[in-house]
């Protein structure tokens, strides 16, 4: 049974960094054919894909977020990593990994339960 856990710390002040990890149980990240995901959703929004990280390691990011976000990967831990720099209220938000796979894109086979990180001074 494959199992996600999102783990970093709940509360970031403006203008840091935020860190995230995701540590995989019952699968490999370099499985083939799957990616690794960051998700998030903001209060009262939609779900929004912040980028993956695939079982190559190669690493795709949002639009909107390629600036500040920064994807990657442990493989001797089996776990991946989200890092987003400048940090504003707007990032507020519950964060989510999850793992699809080629073919079927976004259609997430397994999720972590989310963690919730609040932006204050």
């Known amino acids: 049974q494959v199992q996600l856990r999102e783990s970093g710390p709940g509360l970031v002040k403006p203008s840091q960094t935020l860190s995230l990890t995701c540590a995989v149980s019952?699968?490999?990240?370099?499985?083939?054919?799957?990616?690794w995901s960051w998700i998030r959703q903001l209060p009262g929004k939609a779900l929004e894909w912040i980028g993956d990280?695939?079982?190559?390691?190669?690493?795709y990011y949002s639009p909107s977020l390629r600036s500040r976000a920064s994807i990657s990967r442990d493989t001797t831990k089996n776990q991946f990593t989200l890092q987003l720099s400048s940090v504003t209220r707007d990032d507020a938000a519950v964060y989510y990994c999850?793992?699809?796979?080629?073919?079927?894109?976004?259609?997430?086979?397994?999720w972590g339960g989310g963690t919730q990180v609040t932006v204050t001074s």
């Open positions: 999850g793992r699809d796979r080629a073919g079927v894109r976004y259609t997430y086979e397994n």
């Open positions: 019952g699968d490999s990240v370099t499985t083939k054919y799957y990616y």
């Open positions: 990280i695939n079982y190559n390691g190669d690493v």
